[in-house]
């Protein structure tokens, strides 16, 4: 999620990124073809006096040297011409400046003449600096005003998707207050909020009929096990039967119980995601967890020990505490040897709970999966520690799980810092 950035960000970057490529490219491109007009004017005005000179002679004036602006002398032999930079001491200036030279060698009216031009160079650094200066200031005007303009342009044409985002994330199954959906003027942003309020309305109407016929299934099915229940408690107690009529009915008891049991879970898994507990108290769990050892204790079913060096509260449904607690430790005492301690270690924020073990799971990664039984000779539901983990995400409680030395440990954190 950190290397996520908002939209308007990421587009702002790009058009920052770009208008600075382009501004860069644009003031260097100015400079140097500023730099090449300048040039390309100062050889101009050599050739143009150069030209004025030359038809002088020709028309027979007398044409005076300037030095060292301008020079002419009569050669012996012509040479090729040539044009190049030099550097004169200015007396005004008194200072070397630098010139342009040109000189030319011509053959007028029978005489051979040396004409030498020079022109002082323009301190074109200055020149160019203040040009490139001024095109920064109006480009960075013009970008910064662009920048701001767009900016809020394209706030404005996203406002409906950002608006409509904020209303998917506070949309709950569990509320039946309509989502209120901005329309817009862009197509795309229509379209997507019509099929927004398609699937959302669509989702809410599948949740409420699962939601209805999963309560529907779990009330329904407990009034027919009370009844055979009962039936069966009136066949042991009105007739007399044999052993292996006993057995047949104290087995069908007991898929009466498990059955009961699975409806029961289910139920609270269905209201778990419902929403449905919505009472939050600071419930003292280390006295819970005392009740359960002591219960525990007195059913015989396996020896427990108990160390609390400080007193555990959670912010939580009391019903789901007593939940979470009693599954951990039901959970610990059916795989457990019964000829070995169950540990159990609480503080003031962490519970944790060890048994023996004699191997470690095949596959840990699926042990709080709804009906995820290591093995099929395990008579379980298969759901008590998958409702374990659904209270601790309700909670944002953290349950985890390792082997170690021969024990099953379970830890839960009940820090959500």
């Given at each position: 999620?950190?290397?996520?950035?908002?939209?308007?960000?990421?587009?702002?970057?790009?058009?920052?990124?770009?208008?600075?490529?382009?501004?860069?490219?644009?003031?260097?491109?100015?400079?140097?073809?500023?730099?090449?007009?300048?040039?390309?004017?100062?050889e101009e005005v050599l050739y143009s006096?150069?030209?004025?000179?030359?038809?002088?002679?020709?028309?027979?004036?007398?044409?005076?040297?300037?030095?060292?602006?301008?020079?002419?002398?009569?050669?012996?032999?012509?040479?090729?011409?040539?044009?190049?930079?030099?550097?004169?001491?200015?007396?005004?200036?008194?200072?070397?400046?630098?010139?342009?030279?040109?000189?030319?060698?011509?053959?007028?009216?029978?005489?051979?003449?040396?004409?030498?031009?020079?022109?002082?160079?323009?301190?074109?650094?200055?020149?160019?600096?203040?040009?490139?200066?001024s095109n920064v200031i109006i480009f960075g005007l013009a970008f910064v005003f662009l920048f701001y303009f767009n900016t809020s342009r394209n706030l404005q044409l996203w406002h409906p998707f950002f608006k409509n985002l904020e209303q998917m994330k506070r949309f709950s199954l569990s509320s039946k207050a309509p989502l209120e959906l901005v329309e817009s003027d862009v197509l795309e942003f229509s379209e997507l909020k019509n099929e927004i309020t398609t699937l959302t309305n669509k989702v809410r109407a599948d949740y409420e009929n699962l939601k209805q016929f999963t309560e529907d299934v779990s009330h329904e099915m407990q009034t027919p096990l009370a009844i055979i229940q009962a039936k069966l408690d009136n066949i042991i107690n009105s007739q007399e039967i044999n052993e292996v009529q006993f057995e047949q009915i104290t087995s069908i008891q007991k898929d009466i119980q498990k059955l009961k049991q699975l409806n029961k879970r289910i139920t609270i898994l269905t209201k778990i995601d419902n929403n449905q507990f919505v009472t939050v108290e600071n419930v003292n769990l280390t006295e819970i967890i005392n009740n359960k050892v002591e219960s525990f204790k007195e059913l015989k079913m396996s020896k427990m020990f108990h160390a609390s060096n400080e007193m555990l509260n959670a912010s939580m449904d009391p019903y789901l505490a007593?939940?979470?607690?009693?599954?951990?430790?039901?959970?610990?005492?059916?795989?457990?040897?019964?000829?070995?301690?169950?540990?159990?270690?609480?503080?003031?924020?962490?519970?944790?709970?060890?048994?023996?073990?004699?191997?470690a799971l095949e596959h840990p990664s699926k042990l709080f999966h709804r009906f995820y039984r290591e093995s099929n000779e395990t008579k379980s539901t298969g759901l008590g520690l998958a409702?374990?983990?659904?209270?601790?995400?309700l909670y944002q409680f953290k349950v985890s799980y390792k082997f170690d030395k021969m024990h099953h440990i379970f830890s839960v954190n009940f820090s959500t810092k």
């Open positions: 999620m950190s290397n996520k950035v908002r939209l308007i960000k990421k587009t702002s970057r790009t058009f920052l990124l770009t208008g600075l490529v382009l501004a860069v490219l644009s003031t260097v491109a100015l400079y140097f073809y500023t730099k090449y007009q300048l040039e390309n004017e100062l006096t150069e030209a004025r000179v030359e038809n002088a002679l020709k028309s027979g004036k007398t044409v005076g040297s300037l030095p060292p602006i301008l020079e002419v002398s009569e050669v012996k032999i012509l040479k090729d011409r040539i044009l190049k930079d030099t550097v004169i001491y200015d007396p005004s200036q008194e200072e070397m400046e630098l010139f342009r030279e040109y000189s030319n060698y011509r053959k007028i009216n029978g005489k051979n003449y040396q004409i030498t031009i020079r022109e002082m160079v323009v301190e074109s650094e200055d020149f160019l600096l203040a040009i490139v200066l007593e939940i979470l607690i009693n599954n951990l430790i039901s959970n610990a005492i059916k795989y457990n040897n019964s000829e070995e301690v169950i540990t159990i270690v609480s503080d003031k924020s962490s519970f944790v709970i060890s048994n023996f073990g004699e191997k409702i374990v983990k659904k209270i601790c995400d």
